[in-house]
């Protein structure tokens, strides 16, 4: 988790920043559903553009190594939801560029 105000990252589920005392965000939505490694990359992208991200695996076990495709490994990535549409239009932005790393995509 990123602050808000201070951008220092925090873990995930803390309700506040225990560096500067900010609540997270107090509502999180569901931008969109994708497979390991889009999550990483979405989240460091959208975190590069100032908002907090969290992700959160379906069955909540977190990342299991080697297991990188199926249902297990979906992950949603969770914008604040008074940042969804900045978040929305951040990510149209980043499909909208040509691929790179992202080679499996249709
Ligand atoms: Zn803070």
């Known amino acids: 988790m990123l602050c808000t105000n201070c951008r220092q990252h925090y873990a995930d589920g803390l309700m506040?920043?225990?560096?500067?005392?900010?609540?997270?965000?107090?509502?999180?939505?569901?931008?969109?559903?994708?497979?390991?490694?889009q999550d990483d990359i979405i989240k460091s992208w959208l975190e590069s553009c100032g908002i907090p991200v969290i992700l959160r695996s379906r069955e909540g076990i977190g990342r299991v190594q080697g297991l990188s495709i199926g249902?297990?490994?979906?992950?949603?990535?969770?914008?604040?939801r008074d940042r969804l549409s900045e978040a929305r239009e951040l990510l149209a932005a980043r499909d909208a560029q040509p691929p790179d790393e992202d080679q499996s995509r249709e």
């Open 16 to 37: 506040r920043c225990p560096s500067c005392g900010q609540p997270a965000p107090a509502s999180w939505d569901i931008l969109t559903t994708v497979y390991p490694p």
């Open 71 to 80: 249902p297990l490994a979906e992950v949603r990535v969770m914008v604040p």
